[in-house]
Nanobody, 115 residues
Framework: QVQLVESGGGLVQSGESLTLSCAAS????????MSWYRQAPGKERELVAT????????NYADSVKGRFTISRDNAKSTVYLQMNSLKLDDTAIYYC????????WGKGTLVTVAS
């Protein structure tokens, strides 16, 4: 059974840092590209960051470049999102996605940034 379980969300103050984790199981994690998406209240889901299966390539949304870092540990079947200098606009539910020829989604973790 495929599972993606996000964790690490919570309430933080503007300017602080948070690291999200997404633990995968039920598929060959090391073959899949992984992404983080987010959905803010009243907005569409948007792509935040992507990492290739070998960690060779990463891409970021312009809104998070220089502040967020995506990484993965294939031995642990886990992908991370290090978020620094958090802003109010980063408040959202954060989802991880595994994609190759199919896509799997987690259920999300809520990040709330307060002033």
């Amino acid at each position: 059974q495929v599972q993606l379980v996000e964790s690490g969300g919570g309430l933080v103050q503007s300017g602080e840092s948070l690291t999200l984790s997404c633990a995968a199981s039920g598929f060959t994690f090391s073959r899949f590209a992984m992404s983080w998406y987010r959905q803010a209240p009243g907005k569409e889901r948007e792509l935040v960051a992507t990492i290739s299966s070998s960690s060779q390539t990463t891409n970021y949304a312009d809104s998070v470049k220089g502040r967020f870092t995506i990484s993965r540990d294939n031995a642990k079947s886990t992908v991370y999102l290090q978020m620094n200098s958090l802003k109010l606009d980063d408040t959202a539910i954060y989802y991880c996605k595994a994609h190759l020829f199919v896509a799997y989604w987690g259920k999300g973790t809520l990040v709330t940034v307060a002033s």
